[in-house]
């Protein structure tokens, strides 16, 4: 009988010594990453049904770790599904701050003449003045030229059998600081309008 338990005892070596010899494989290190849900528009508001973690290998530079970053925040841009939502493309203080030198980003009311589909984050626009309503002036005024969109604001128009509201965008541009106060000055007494820019002028 005490063979027959030598030899269990040997096994029993047999089987820790492989486990001994056998490399422990690491858990490979993850970083938690906000990524969409859904296709999201540009201007549109976060939602937290918008937002899901997603474990990934490596630290993507500008990533959000926590969806309560991004939740109330508006989309600069559109992103897919399943797109890391980055710092850079939420429309924050900071996100205002960077303007390109000489420039001030500012959010200004637009006419929705059914171009505002076309108004996306980069484009280039040129901003124009409705004459006022006991002005003799019957022309457009140029307010600026060649802006650039920086982002888009929109807040979702609601629908019931009471009523309707239209959404609502707010542009925030790009705008020339020698430009700045007569661009809010005039959309302070109207929405302005604004057309896709042209080539520019040699």
Known sequence: MLWR???VGVAIFVVLAIQALTPVTAEAPSVPMVVTTRDVA?????????????QV????PGGIEHVDEAVGEFLVGPL???????????LTSEFLENSAAG????????VDA??????????????YAMPGEFSEATDAQVLVKSIRVAGIATDKG?????????????????IPTAAIER???????????????GPREP
């Open 158 to 174: 609601s629908s019931n059998l009471l009523a309707h509201t239209e959404d609502t965008h707010v542009f925030y541009l790009e």
């Open 42 to 54: 540009s201007g549109e508001l976060l939602e937290a049904s918008d937002l899901a973690i997603l």
């Open 114 to 127: 059914g171009g505002i589909a076309l108004m996306q984050p980069g484009v280039q626009v040129d901003l």
């Open 183 to 197: 661009v809010l000055g005039a959309g302070s007494r109207a929405p302005l309008h604004a057309v896709l820019s």
């Open 5 to 7: 338990w030598r030899w």
């Open 103 to 110: 420039t001030v980003i500012a959010p200004v009311a637009i």
């Open 57 to 60: 290998a490596d630290d993507i």
């Open 80 to 90: 897919p599904e399943g797109a890391p939502v980055l710092t850079s493309h939420l």
